[in-house]
């Protein structure tokens, strides 16, 4: 540590008890801590615990946030019990507490000490009394005090499982295709719309109601009254070119009189083949929608259609070329080119230089109000399709008896304020809830901005009930998740409607050393965008003070893999993934305890780096990787349960038949198939296993080795059978998995811990001796990811190598970072059926702009109609978002790390027209390209530059082959027989709830069978 806290004046005002605030908290600062020290402070003020509410994002987070304070709580208890108050309080140099930071805790500690004991809490024996939750269980809560508000009813289950209740919803909604209704023929023009194509209508719905919180809240209001719909969005258009134009009008003030000149110049030398040129002005445009046109030409006069800043300036812009003019104009013309090259540079180098080009190339996107009468019709008729949709989502709800996080906080909000305002719940909150503490709120939606106003409306200033929220806008990274960081920038710059919030900034960063604390600061000031911008996100970068000395490690590296094409950009991820290995090993000989991350945008990047990782013996820990999908045992495992489930189930036979414990061969498989087309596998089986003798027909034969295999399976499934309705799901499996040898095939710990996984899934979907609905289960087993071997308490433990993606990242901080797969690319944004984008105004008010995805046959052209035009802006929007959050989400990545970060990335090798090398550059649409330049312009830094070479041995293609060779089998090389053991196993899991059926002779009796089948088989 460097011993100097140079924002300790705000971290002081962040313990204020009389005013809100908001924090600006960036990596490493300390905000969990300071959160702690605020809570705790206002606990030991308040008359009962509850008064005083922390919201996390997270269970972690919310865990984290109570234990600390259940530790400082007792170790100031420790510290009472053995010094005297008077020296723990002082800051003489014989008070046990050294540090100054833990002197602080301590004595806030003790005032809640002081006060627990005064009040009678108890909060040693009741810690549920400190009120630390999730947004989403205080969401639960809340719908559980007013159940009418979820739609749904009361004891409410919340479930993440929602994609089947999504699919049904939307079967029930297409299926009024041919219904006479209003809703039907809504859903025609839907149809109609997307050309009858069902593939692309039902993903599109589907993303729609992942994300329907955006567009829940304006659907009554949007189809309420059509004609005022209309008119609103039109004057949300208007209201958009208002404040651009003024933005612009204030901005380009000081050049006005050039602009003028200049403007006048080409309406002059226009040539009328290039279409209507200027209008001469006499004076600037007003900021008004009436002058867009002349705001326009101004626009073409200093940036190219695709809104750069222009640097050839030719007759096309109304400049002749000097040498093509009479020789007497030659030096107007001249000096023309001159002034207005001039005038672009001075511009663009101006502080205001990045804000006016992104206002000027605004306009040229700028939707036209005609955009909404031309899309009306279409949205009505889609927006009515989604009400149908969301009524049929919540009945389905109400048939499962459950709801997920959306419904839940849209119940949240609407059991605090009805159309009479507050509710009595609210009401009754407002007179228990004095404090409100929120973490992470860089990442706020509307609708929890809107739960937060509607909690602290009753509020008024110097009542003395405080606001709390703390974030960093430059880690905002959950735009698919509805978070919107404009939020965030609003309540900085005018509070929450009427209650004043007052912003502090910490800068301080104790997590990285000194050097890597500079190179993150000298990158990401030119990374990020120079000037705010609330409707896009815009946030400007804070520089941090570190407050670690510096390490003798290096603090930043890079290595750039190049290859010459694009067939062999997968050599390039294989050496890349090799020179990850050799430097982790590097890192772990440096220090062996040292904890290495490997931060990665999306899992599919692991791919490489984990075959690597396995061929040189390095262990890593994967977080949220791998799914179970990916394993041949779990497929086996669901094919074995459909089986016993569903005896007719074909596939799954089939499955079974040629998983290692039968393992039959194509052959064998198809004689099972084929010797009775007209029964079952499992009755084709019976019979081949009871005939006892090798199959002699003619044209196909049962091998000698199929029939031993399908003798000994025959025998245990059908005990397995037979026992199916007498037991668990759960005990069935677990027997058959004990009975068919599959502990022989579990190969690693990760298959052990899946499978251990799937018999718990068995448990909890079980439902009166069956699993209600098998296939939805087995996607949820598929999906799921790979349980981890270690639980998140240990998961930063030191020595550990990590690999997990960004997102996942978030929060946690390891010694070192590795960060592969720089250039990987964005995914292209899927053009949604309905595009929302709430832009938030100068007031921070929200204005809602809705548009329709255009014909497709629009698509194919080079013109854009005059329907797409809105359409194309909020797309823009939402591209220019997402640029600016993959900004923050490798600032997020960098700041992760203590010592070191080290960068990697594969780039294509470039050659200009002559075929001579030009220098690596990475796509626009990666992370790299966010950083690139700043890269470039760091002093101390190079990076290792490694090409691929020569191929070092060429592969024949080989022809397609119709018959290729059949496909190994991983199968027992021996018939698995049951032992007696394994009978007497299975007896015992089996015969326990026999028992409980005594009572019952029709019960007795199939015990009886049971038995008698089951010394059969032993026998």
């Not at 804070?542 to 050599?571: C, D, F, K, Q």
């Not at 396995?614 to 086996?636: F, K, M, P, V, Y």
């Not at 059908?718 to 502990?743: F, Y």
């Not at 022809?959 to 090389?973: E, G």
Request: charged residues 25%; glycine residues 4%; aromatic residues 6%.
């Amino acid at each position: 540590m460097t011993g100097v806290v140079e924002d300790s004046g705000e971290r002081e005002m962040a313990l204020d008890h009389e005013n809100s605030y908001i924090v600006q908290a960036p990596a490493g600062s300390g905000k969990t801590e300071l959160l702690t020290l605020r809570y705790m402070s206002l606990l030991a003020r308040c008359g009962e615990p509850e008064e005083v509410l922390a919201i996390t994002f997270t269970r972690k987070a919310a865990s984290e946030m109570r234990d600390r304070i259940i530790k400082s709580l007792q170790a100031a208890k420790d510290h009472r019990s053995k010094y005297s108050i008077t020296l723990l309080m002082s800051d003489s140099e014989e008070n046990p507490i050294k540090d100054s930071l833990k002197r602080q805790n301590f004595r806030i500690a003790n005032s809640v000490l002081d006060a627990d004991a005064e009040k009678g809490w108890n909060l040693d024996r009741h810690p549920g009394r400190l009120r630390i939750q999730t947004i989403d269980s205080f969401n639960i809560y809340l719908a559980n005090q007013l159940p009418i508000a979820s739609r749904v009813g009361g004891d409410l289950s919340v479930t993440t499982d929602v994609t089947p209740l999504f699919q049904s919803a939307i079967t029930a909604t297409l299926s009024l295709l041919e219904d006479e209704s209003d809703d039907g023929a809504s859903v025609r023009a839907l149809f109609s719309h997307l050309d009858n194509d069902i593939s692309r209508i039902e993903p599109l719905l589907l993303s729609l109601l992942n994300k329907r919180d955006q567009w829940l809240d304006s659907l009554s209001a949007l189809l309420s009254n059509p004609i005022d719909a209309q008119n609103t969005l039109k004057n949300y258009i208007d209201e958009l070119a208002v404040e651009t134009l003024e933005s612009l009008a204030d901005c380009l003030a000081p050049y006005a009189a050039t602009l003028i000149q200049l403007n006048n110049y080409t309406s002059e030398h226009w040539l009328a083949k290039n279409g209507p040129g200027p209008i001469a002005l006499t004076s600037m445009p007003t900021a008004s929608s009436e002058d867009l046109e002349h705001w326009t030409q101004l626009t073409r006069l200093l940036l190219t259609g695709s809104g750069s800043w222009r640097a050839r300036i030719t007759v096309t812009e109304g400049f002749p070329n000097p040498k093509n003019v009479p020789k007497e104009l030659t030096e107007t013309a001249t000096k023309a080119i001159q002034e207005i090259k001039s005038l672009i540079s001075e511009i663009a180098e101006s502080p205001q230089g990045e804000l006016i080009r992104y206002s000027l190339q605004t306009l040229t996107g700028l939707p036209s109000a005609a955009s909404i009468n031309n899309q009306w019709p279409l949205l009505s008729a889609l927006l009515k399709t989604l009400r149908r949709l969301n009524q049929e989502l919540i009945l389905e709800f109400t048939r499962r008896s459950v709801i997920d996080h959306t419904q839940a906080g849209g119940a949240a909000v609407a059991a605090l304020a009805d159309y009479d305002g507050p509710t009595e719940l609210a009401l009754a909150l407002d007179s228990k809830l004095s404090h409100i503490l929120i973490d992470e709120f860089q990442d706020t939606s509307e609708r929890q901005i809107e739960l937060i106003k509607r909690l602290i409306s009753g509020w008024t200033p110097g009542d003395g009930r405080t606001l709390f929220v703390v974030g960093d806008a430059m880690q905002s990274c959950y735009n698919f998740r509805n978070a919107n960081v404009g939020i965030y920038l609003n309540v900085r710059a005018n509070g929450i409607d009427d209650h004043p919030v007052l912003p502090l900034d910490l800068t301080m960063n104790f997590r990285s050393q000194a050097p890597l604390v500079r190179k993150i600061n000298q990158i990401f000031s030119q990374a990020f965008p120079e000037h705010e911008n609330i409707s896009q996100g815009a946030v400007r970068y804070s520089n941090s003070v570190a407050g670690r000395e510096a390490s003798a490690i290096a603090p930043l590296s890079a290595t750039w893999i190049s290859y010459p094409e694009s067939e062999r950009l997968p050599e390039a991820k294989s050496l890349e993934a090799k020179k990850i290995a050799e430097r982790v090993k590097q890192l772990k000989a440096g220090d062996p305890s040292a904890s290495i991350a490997i931060l990665a945008r999306t899992r599919n990047q692991f791919k490489h780096i984990v075959a690597e990782f396995r061929a040189e013996g390095i262990d890593w820990l994967a977080t949220d990787i791998d799914r179970l999908s990916t394993l041949t045992i779990i497929s086996d495992l669901i094919a074995l349960l459909r089986a016993l489930i569903n005896p007719a189930d074909k596939i799954a036979w089939l499955a079974i038949l040629r998983a290692p414990w039968c393992g039959l061969d194509s052959a064998d498989l198809f004689y099972v198939v084929s010797s009775d087309k007209n029964a079952s596998i499992w009755k084709n089986l019976q019979t081949l296993s009871s005939s006892l003798t090798e199959s002699q027909n003619d044209e196909y034969t049962l091998s000698k080795e199929g029939l031993a295999r399908v003798t000994a399976i025959s025998s245990t499934l059908d005990v397995l059978l037979q026992a199916r309705m007498h037991c668990s799901v759960r005990e069935l499996m677990e027997c058959a998995w004990q009975l068919l040898g599959g502990d022989a095939l579990i190969a690693n710990n990760v298959e052990e811990r899946s499978v251990a996984y799937f018999f718990t899934q068995c448990d909890q979907h079980e439902n009166c001796y069956g699993i209600d609905d098998v296939e939805a289960f087995a996607e949820t087993i598929e999906q799921s990811f790979i349980p981890s071997e270690i639980n998140e308490s240990e998961s930063q433990e030191s020595g550990t190598v990590h690999l997990m993606t960004i997102h996942k990242s978030k929060g946690l901080q390891y010694d070192h970072v590795i960060i592969p797969q720089l250039n990987g690319k964005s995914r292209s944004n899927d053009k949604d059926l309905v595009i929302l984008h709430n832009r938030l105004n100068r007031r921070g008010v929200a204005r809602l702009f809705i548009a329709a995805l255009p014909d497709p046959g629009n698509e194919t052209g080079g013109n854009k109609q005059p329907d797409d035009t809105l359409y194309e802006f909020v797309k823009g929007e939402h591209k220019q978002k997402d640029l600016y959050e993959e900004t923050r989400l490798i600032y997020i990545a960098m700041t992760r790390a203590k010592h070191s970060v080290s960068l990697y990335a594969t780039l294509p090798e470039n050659t200009d027209k002559e075929g001579n090398a030009k220098a690596l550059a990475p796509a626009n649409n990666c992370l790299l390209a966010r950083i690139w330049e700043p890269l470039l312009g760091l002093n101390d830094f190079s990076p290792a530059q490694i090409a691929i070479g020569a191929p070092t041995k060429n592969t024949p293609v080989e022809s397609a082959d119709y018959f290729p060779a059949i496909t190994p089998i991983k199968r027992f090389r021996t018939v698995c027989r049951v032992s007696e053991d394994q009978m007497r196993i299975i007896t015992e899991q089996l015969a326990p709830t026999l028992a409980e059926e005594k009572a019952n002779e029709d019960t007795q009796d199939k015990e009886r069978q049971l038995s008698k089948l089951l010394g059969t088989l032993s026998h």
